[in-house]
């Protein structure tokens, strides 16, 4: 069991930036894959980034890629997500996901742990 807890979130101007936390705890293991994903009103939850934590593989969808960046500290239980160049469409819930796999995993399906969600609400 893991529990993942978001943080971070907030109301920014296009263009502006924040960076979310993800604190995880419980008995948590190195080799789980992270994963952000976000839900905008209406929605399906989306994949956003991806990081090992073997190595520092990362993975982002089309739409965030070059303005977004994971990040991870192992030793904190922490992943990050820096997120520049905001856009009012970035606005949705993000949560932050743990899969026990050692492959890459990029779909809601295939994530076992998930946080309950922070707020990013990008005004124009």
């Known amino acids: 069991q893991v529990q993942l807890v978001e943080s971070g979130g907030g109301l920014v101007q296009a263009g502006g930036s924040l960076r979310l936390s993800c604190a995880a705890s419980?008995?948590?293991?190195?080799?789980?894959?992270m994963g952000w994903f976000r839900q905008a009103p209406g929605k399906e939850r989306e994949f956003v980034a991806a990081i090992s934590w073997r190595a520092d593989n990362t993975y982002y969808a089309d739409s965030v890629k070059g303005r977004f960046t994971i990040a991870r500290d192992n030793a904190k239980n922490t992943v990050y997500l820096q997120m520049n160049s905001l856009k009012p469409e970035d606005t949705a819930v993000y949560y932050c996901a743990a899969a026990r796999s050692p492959l890459p995993v990029l779909t809601r399906a295939g994530y076992d742990y998930w946080g309950q969600g922070t707020q990013v609400t990008v005004s124009s």
């Open positions: 419980g008995r948590t293991f190195s080799n789980y894959h």
